[in-house]
């Protein structure tokens, strides 16, 4: 059973404005919720992450949200360049109490920023 | 510079000839972890390693090995390989398993 969702393949979205790209996930125990970024023939590299008592996380352009209540996160990037285009993987592990779980990474959803 | 090394980054095989995949990172870390990439499916955990010896199955352990005999390595194994493990390849490594690992760049085996 997949615990961690990205339910569109891909997204295409012009230069200069709003992508958001969405996660879904099972597991009320997830605590830490991270994005990943990865171009072709490179290794994902971490985007952003937050933790489970915040709601919001910004990075300059990347902004992260969390709703509890839905089991769902978003990543938002404002404004798109054309140099975002990649493939996202969100990822969620349980921290809690000690216990260290791996991370459980999304399927992936690949954005494409159009100049 | 802060990173982890695979090698080879490509491989071309046949099926039932043991190979070996290197990692390397240099920050320490005691986590360390190989995933690999296939269409369709995103990254899946095959091993993890929390320390020097201690090694436990991810969510696609079958037709590989791991060992970790020093902090800094961590080989992945195919003893016998079949063209289903025809894939994308990484290693990460982190201080903690639930959060932040940094990737290596990938290792494309392709098994005929």
């Known amino acids: ?115 | 510079e802060a990173q982890v090394t695979q090698n080879p980054r490509y491989l071309i095989t046949v099926t039932g000839k043991k190979l070996t995949v290197t990692c390397s990172q240099n920050m320490n870390h005691e986590y360390m972890s190989w995933y690999r990439q296939d269409p369709g499916l995103g990254l899946r955990q095959i091993y993890y390693s929390m320390n020097v010896e201690v090694t436990d199955k991810g969510d696609v352990p079958e037709g590989y090995k791991v060992s970790r005999k020093e902090k800094r390595n961590f080989p992945l194994i195919l003893e016998s390989p079949s063209p289903n493990q025809t894939s994308l390849y990484f290693c990460a490594s982190s201080f903690r398993p639930g959060y932040e690992q940094y990737f290596g760049p990938g290792t494309r085996l392709t098994v005929t």
């Open chain 1, 1 to 115: 059973d997949q615990q961690v969702k990205q339910n569109s393949p891909s997204l295409s979205v012009q230069e200069g404005r709003i992508s958001i790209l969405n996660c879904d996930y099972t597991n009320s125990m997830f605590d830490y919720f991270l994005w990943y970024k990865k171009y072709p023939a490179e290794g994902p590299t971490f985007l952003i992450s937050i933790s489970s008592i915040k709601d919001k996380n910004e990075d300059g352009r990347f902004t992260v949200f969390l709703n509890k209540s839905a089991k769902h996160l978003s990543l938002h990037i404002v404004p798109s360049q054309p140099g975002d285009s990649a493939v996202y993987f969100c990822a969620a592990s349980v921290n809690y109490g000690g216990s260290q779980g791996n991370l459980i990474f999304g399927k992936g959803t690949k954005l494409s920023v159009k100049p």
